[in-house]
Nanobody, 120 residues
Framework: QLVESGGGLVESGGSLRLSCTVS????????MGWFRQAPGKERERVSC?????????YYEDSVRGRFTVSRDKAENTMYLLMNSVKAEDPGDYFC??????????????WGQGTQVTVSS
């Protein structure tokens, strides 16, 4: 089970940290990703972190350098730190697990999402 939290209203240029609490599996066993869906747009992946054995991190071009994905094994939680938030960042943010150690293919489990709104 995946449960996102941390969404809310953030000023443009501000920061927000999203959390994805994982149960039923250790947070670093498989690849996990953060996705977002803006109104009227398709869901897109913004970041992915592979299993601890692979140790790779991926970012979508528009967030690279601003967003940071991380994991805390003690909390069994994945985070997305969003810095320098821009007007194009709002949407529903979802975390998901992949049926693989790598950020390939399609995720198989999804959280319910948390909404991010940006004020200018």
């Amino acid at each position: 089970q995946l449960v996102e939290s941390g969404g809310g209203l953030v000023e443009s240029g501000g920061s927000l940290r999203l959390s994805c609490t994982v149960s039923g599996v250790t947070v670093d066993r498989y690849a996990m990703g953060w996705f977002r869906q803006a109104p009227g747009k398709e869901r897109e992946r913004v970041s992915c972190i592979s299993s601890s054995g692979d140790g790779k991190v991926y970012y979508e071009d528009s967030v690279r350098g601003r967003f940071t994905v991380s994991r805390d094994k003690a909390e069994n939680t994945m985070y997305l730190l969003m810095n320098s938030v821009k007007a194009e960042d709002p949407g529903d943010y979802f975390c998901a697990t992949y049926p693989s150690y790598y950020c390939d293919g399609k995720p198989d489990y999804w959280g319910q999402g948390t909404q991010v709104t940006v004020s200018s």
